[in-house]
């Protein structure tokens, strides 16, 4: 079975400095995809980065990136030069091989930016 | 471009009624889900579609209907509303295909079973 925990249910960060929120994995699949959603206060999903298994680089996307150490089962997302905006939960997913849609949530971890 | 919609947005249910929670989109998708999110545990996927006539359970079934008869719409029925059913209900849907193909999600159902 497919599981994602991420273990920090809240996170506090200055205003401009990095954070880094930990996501932790488990599959049997050797093809898998990673992703990182970002779900404001009004609600929405949106969908911030991708690593897939096979990658051999850490994903990048502006100022989001994915810190990926996939002995560890880990694909932390780094928010570099936080802001304000940046205040919301952020879900780690996964989807596995045999692709069907359908994605596996952690239990997501809450960014408060302070000023 | 409309993107997935839900509707309705909010919705207040007794105990034992039924109801339907809409979702459409426009973006020709092939794979489709519905998931709840519930404090503390992220969101759970109750039913999934890969295709017109084809669904599949999630994890949390009980109590919830689906069907898929174009690739446009999947609504989700539930059957006898419980208190326990009181959630924010996502539906999204993704192209089949490449792993890294992204879900798009509508804006969600608030709904409270009382």
């Known amino acids: 079975a497919q599981k994602i925990t991420q273990t920090q249910p809240g996170m506090f960060v200055q205003e401009k400095e990095a954070v880094t929120l930990d996501c932790t994995y488990d599959?049997?699949?050797?093809?898998?995809?990673l992703f990182w959603y970002k779900q404001p206060s009004s609600g929405e999903m949106i969908f911030l980065i991708y690593?897939?298994?096979?990658?051999?680089q850490n994903a990048t996307e502006g100022r989001y990136s994915l810190n990926f150490q996939k002995a560890r089962k880990s694909a932390n997302l780094v928010i570099s030069a936080s802001q304000l905006g940046d205040s919301a939960m952020y879900f780690c997913a996964m989807r596995g091989s045999g692709n069907t849609g359908k994605l596996i949530f952690g239990q997501g971890t809450t960014l408060q930016v302070k000023p | 471009n409309a993107g997935v919609t839900q509707t309705p947005k909010f919705q207040v249910l007794k105990t034992g009624q039924s109801m339907t929670l809409q979702c459409a989109q426009d973006?020709?998708?092939?794979?489709m889900s519905w998931y709840r999110q519930d404090p503390g545990m992220g969101l759970r996927l109750i039913h999934y579609s890969v295709g017109a006539g084809i669904t599949d359970q999630g994890e949390v079934p009980n109590g919830y209907n689906v069907s898929r008869s174009t690739t446009e719409d999947f609504p989700l029925r539930l059957l006898s509303a419980a208190p326990s059913q009181t959630s924010v209900y996502f539906c999204?849907?993704?192209?089949?295909?490449?792993?890294?193909?992204?879900?798009?999600f509508g804006q969600g159902t608030r709904l409270t079973v009382v």
């Open positions: 973006m020709n998708h092939e794979y």
């Open positions: 999204a849907s993704s192209y089949p295909g490449q792993m890294n193909t992204e879900a798009f």
């Open positions: 599959t049997s699949d050797p093809s898998y995809g």
């Open positions: 690593q897939g298994s096979y990658d051999q």
